[in-house]
């Protein structure tokens, strides 16, 4: 089973808690290939997936296409974890580029990877 970045797969994401998306889901992985690849790394980074459609960039839309999906679909950015390679039951299929590059800038505006987040030259926060 390849796990590459912006693999769509079927997770089990239970157990849960609170407001975190539950149940058997499909998510995209968002990790790094090198650290998927790699044994000594137990867990991979995924973005679950709905059917509910969400507003902003951080519920990118993608299109039931090569991504292996039965319907148009919305990343839950908000709801990115990381998870046991263990729990990936099986690979849908893989995201078009213009759908990954929406992920990736709601991830960036997510974790504050945006440009104008980090000055060299600013104090460092305390």
Wanted: with cysteine; net charge neutral; charged share 25%.
């Amino acid at each position: 089973m390849k796990l590459g970045r912006g693999a769509v797969v079927v997770v089990e994401l239970d157990p849960t808690l609170g407001h975190e998306q539950h149940g058997v889901r499909p998510c995209v992985v968002v990790s790094d290939p090198d650290v998927v690849g790699d044994q000594r790394f137990p867990l991979v980074c995924v973005v679950p997936v709905t059917g509910t459609p969400g507003e902003g960039l951080l519920y990118p839309p993608f299109a039931p296409s090569q991504s292996g999906l039965a319907k148009k679909s919305f990343a839950l950015i908000d709801q990115l974890r990381s998870v046991d390679k263990r729990r990936v039951r099986r690979v849908y299929g893989e995201l078009a580029r213009r759908e990954m590059a929406a992920i990736d800038e709601g991830l960036a505006l997510f974790l504050g990877l945006g440009d104008g987040f980090y000055d060299p030259g600013a104090p460092p926060v305390q």
